[in-house]
Nanobody, 129 residues
Framework: QVQLVESGGGSVQAGGSLRLSCAAS????????MGWFRQAPEKEREGVAA????????YYADSVKGRFTISQDNVKNTLYLQMDSLKPEDTAMYYC??????????????????????WGQGTQVTVSS
């Protein structure tokens, strides 16, 4: 059974950093297309970043390019999102997601939430100005 458990959220001031973790179990993380999404109050859930390790591909939303970095530890089977230069508009619940359909990461559809089969419970990130 595939399970995703996020951690690492918290409250920081603008300009600060956080690293989110997503521990995966029930499958080998590097064989899946993995994504990070976020949802702010009264807003749609949006794609932040995605990665497919075997294919050597990473993707980022324009709003986070140059500030966020997606990575994974294949030994720990854990996905990370390093978030630097945080802004108040980054405040949201952050979710990791997974799909065995690796074409999701190839066809430009990595940011479409309905493409992902498995979701974590989320971790809250709050950035104050």
């Amino acid at each position: 059974q595939v399970q995703l458990v996020e951690s690492g959220g918290g409250s920081v001031q603008a300009g600060g950093s956080l690293r989110l973790s997503c521990a995966a179990s029930g499958y080998t993380l590097r064989t899946y297309c993995m994504g990070w999404f976020r949802q702010a109050p009264e807003k749609e859930r949006e794609g932040v970043a995605a990665a497919y390790t075997i294919g050597g591909r990473t993707y980022y939303a324009d709003s986070v390019k140059g500030r966020f970095t997606i990575s994974q530890d294949n030994v720990k089977n854990t996905l990370y999102l390093q978030m630097d230069s945080l802004k108040p508009e980054d405040t949201a619940m952050y979710y990791c997601a997974a799909t065995p359909s690796t074409m999701t990461c190839y066809l430009g559809s990595w940011s479409l939430r309905h493409k992902y089969n498995y979701w974590g419970q989320g971790t809250q990130v709050t950035v104050s100005s």
